[in-house]
């Protein structure tokens, strides 16, 4: 599972992260990979497309066509890439809808589906999610094609600032262990 080369980056992969990548697959063999549905380095020079600032986060990306598109080529690119199959995790998002925003378990059923891969269901970012006011968990299950859901992730969170964050702390809130 990485988070050096998340799918949603508009930023063409670091070639050292991506060589990286390899040997540690040549070294593990696994089944199959995963990697964030998200993004972490945005561009900041339009002339240079390899000048990038990094957040130092994987932050969540737009839900919109243009990024179920950006997803596709980049889970075919990494699976190339691994000779492998590839499956994505679903993003945190402490932002609200935005109008034109794809529904979220809608945006990542189009990925999965799309992109012919599978799902690495980060049942804490669903809960994450719907506490800061996105889809409800049970709304985003309905939409997904759970056939493509290859693992589950649970973890714990925090509350802070009136927001909670996906902080792999403390226990696994009853809310996720129950869905």
Do not use: K
């Amino acid at each position: 599972h990485g988070v050096g080369m998340p799918l949603a980056d508009v930023v063409e992969p670091d070639p050292h992260q991506q060589r990286a990548w390899v040997d540690t697959l040549d070294r593990l063999d696994p089944l199959w990979v995963s990697e964030h549905l998200a993004f972490m380095r945005v561009p900041t020079d339009t002339t240079d497309p390899t000048r990038s600032e990094h957040s130092g986060f994987l932050l969540p990306p737009l839900q919109n066509d243009d990024t179920v598109a950006l997803a596709v080529h980049r889970i075919r690119r990494l699976r190339d890439l691994s000779q492998r199959p590839v499956a994505f995790e679903n993003p945190t998002n402490y932002l609200r809808p935005q109008p034109g925003d794809i529904p979220d378990g809608e945006f990542l059923a189009r990925v999965a589906v799309e992109a012919d891969c599978g799902i690495l269901l980060d049942v804490h970012n669903l809960y994450c999610n719907q506490l800061n006011g996105r889809d409800s968990m049970q709304s985003v299950l309905e939409a997904l094609p759970l056939d493509r859901v290859w693992e589950l992730h649970l973890a714990g969170g925090e509350s802070r600032d009136g927001f909670w964050l996906d902080a792999h702390s403390g226990l696994v809130p009853p809310d996720v262990i129950a869905l």
